[in-house]
């Protein structure tokens, strides 16, 4: 306390500056922490099980259980394969693409190009998804 009066505490993401010693920063983190803990308490607590849960978790269960309801549930086992196939090719030629120097020349270019490829990598998330859930 008597060396340093400002303090530059690291708290990821960010960086705290604290112009005061290090025991007023101990007496503002425990009085922060007893603020947090009184809040949670004094929070209404919904119970487990509630109606407000029920509708959500059934529904969840329903869209997982039911093919049809998932994106890519109508497609049978070779052609969720195919899919899988051909979207990797056009996330691979798009990434080719982005060699290519039309795309620096055409800013709008490289940003539809952008675009696409994000597009494309979702789908094949969704459609691995899919696919290891057929498999469990």
Not at 4 to 20: G, K, T
Not at 29 to 40: N, S
Request: net charge negative; with cysteine; glycine share 2%.
């Amino acid at each position: 306390d008597k060396v340093a009066h400002r303090l530059f505490i690291l708290d990821p993401p960010a960086l705290v500056d604290f112009a005061d010693t290090y025991s007023a920063w101990v007496r503002k983190l425990r009085a922060d922490t007893e603020q947090a803990m009184e809040d949670a308490r004094n929070k209404p607590r919904q119970k487990p099980g509630s109606p407000k849960d029920v509708p959500a978790k059934d529904s969840a269960r329903k869209k997982k259980d039911n093919p049809f309801m998932r994106p890519f549930g109508r497609l049978t086992l070779p052609e969720l394969e195919q899919q899988i196939t051909d979207t990797e090719i056009a996330i691979a030629e798009c990434q080719e693409s982005f060699g290519d120097s039309e795309s620096f020349k055409d800013p709008s270019r490289g940003q539809k190009l952008q675009t696409e490829y994000k597009s494309l990598s979702e789908k094949l998330e969704a459609l691995e998804a899919e696919y290891f859930a057929r498999e469990e």
